[in-house]
């Protein structure tokens, strides 16, 4: 998936669930911090597995997610 698609779908399902629970003026906003904290969790996942015979696959998963985490900055 692209990055900034990835990025979109993320805010998007986390919008899903928020819709009712917050201010409909402050979902976006509130959608958008808690795809922050996913992203986070999936780069931070990726320490687990330095020194691995398949490095090189964990560091380009890694660098996905923060180029996706980039993306939602500029959203």
């Not at 998936?1 to 805010?11: C, R, S």
């Not at 979902?27 to 996913?38: G, L, N, P, S």
């Not at 996706?68 to 959203?75: D, H, P, R």
């Amino acid at each position: 998936m692209k990055i900034k698609e990835q990025a979109e779908e993320l805010i998007e399902k986390h919008h899903q669930r928020i819709v009712g629970v917050v201010d409909v003026n402050n979902a976006f906003y509130y959608a958008k911090q808690c795809a922050f904290v996913t992203v986070d969790e999936l780069i931070s996942s990726y320490s687990q597995y330095t020194g691995m015979h398949d490095q090189e696959f964990f560091d380009s998963e890694r660098k996905y997610w923060e180029s996706v985490k980039s993306e939602l900055q500029t959203l």
